[in-house]
Antibody, heavy 128, light 108 residues
Framework: QLQLQESGPGLVKPSETLSLTCTVS??????????WGWIRQPPGKGLEWIGS???????YYNPSLKSRVTISVDTSKNQFSLKLSSVTAADTAVYYC????????????????????WGKGTTVTVSS | AIRMTQSPSSFSASTGDRVTITCRAS??????LAWYQQKPGKAPKLLIY???TLQSGVPSRFSGSGSGTDFTLTISCLQSEDFATYYC??????????FGGGTKVEIK
């Protein structure tokens, strides 16, 4: 049974970089059938897609966060990671990692779709 | 980016009720729509993808319909465990996946 587990600091200072890792167990991150990525949820608010990565390293980011986000994959460790730079209080949220099924396909490429397996989430607070 | 609008944002219902939640896309998304259920303190759970395909293990009282810009999630006979917040998500527009604002279903 596939499981995802987020890990990383729960407290980050303003202007610093938030770093989280998602460890995948019970399956391979190198599958060609899926993307892997991150979603966040500020306290009391809705869901926001952050970005997704394919095992080959291809990435897609939310345009509103693109200048601050880096997602990377380490297939040898079956992990992928999120870095969000220059954080502010607005980045305080529960951060989820998830497996993305392939969605819209065009010109021989398929893009991230819907999320069928989620981690439990980790709370990150930005505060000095 | 495609904007997803859910209605209502919240409502109260009783066990056994038939309930319908609506999701409207700001432009056509074919059938590239998923629905999720989220309970307090928990990660979202996939219910439906491709607008109307039930995810494995999800009770058949959940159903989805629609294409283009207008979609609905229906719960045919509300159970106590169904009181939660529901989100729609489009995956037609790349590279930007977007969610609706959520619909909270509360106990009447």
């Amino acid at each position: 049974q596939l499981q995802l587990q987020e890990s990383g600091p729960g407290l980050v200072k303003p202007s610093e970089t938030l770093s989280l890792t998602c460890t995948v167990s019970g399956g391979s991150i190198s599958s060609s059938s899926y993307y892997w990525g991150w979603i966040r949820q500020p306290p009391g608010k809705g869901l926001e897609w952050i970005g997704s990565i394919y095992y080959s390293g291809s990435t897609y980011y939310n345009p509103s966060l693109k200048s601050r986000v880096t997602i990377s994959v380490d297939t040898s460790k079956n992990q992928f990671s999120l870095k969000l730079s220059s954080v502010t209080a607005a980045d305080t949220a529960v951060y989820y990692c998830a497996r993305f099924n392939l969605g819209y396909c065009s010109g021989g490429s398929c893009y991230p779709g819907y999320m069928d397996v989620w981690g439990k989430g980790t709370t990150v607070t930005v505060s000095s | 980016a495609i904007r997803m609008t859910q209605s209502p944002s919240s409502f109260s219902a009783s066990t056994g009720d038939r309930v319908t939640i609506t999701c409207r896309a700001s432009q056509g998304i074919s059938s590239y729509l998923a629905w999720y259920q989220q309970k307090p303190g928990k990660a979202p759970k996939l219910l439906i993808y491709a607008a109307s395909t039930l995810q494995s293990g999800v009770p058949s009282r959940f159903s989805g319909s629609g294409s283009g810009t207008d979609f609905t999630l229906t719960i045919s006979c509300l159970q106590s465990e169904d009181f939660a917040t529901y989100y729609c998500q489009q995956y037609y527009s790349y590279p930007s996946l977007t969610f609706g604002g959520g619909t909270k279903v509360e106990i009447k």
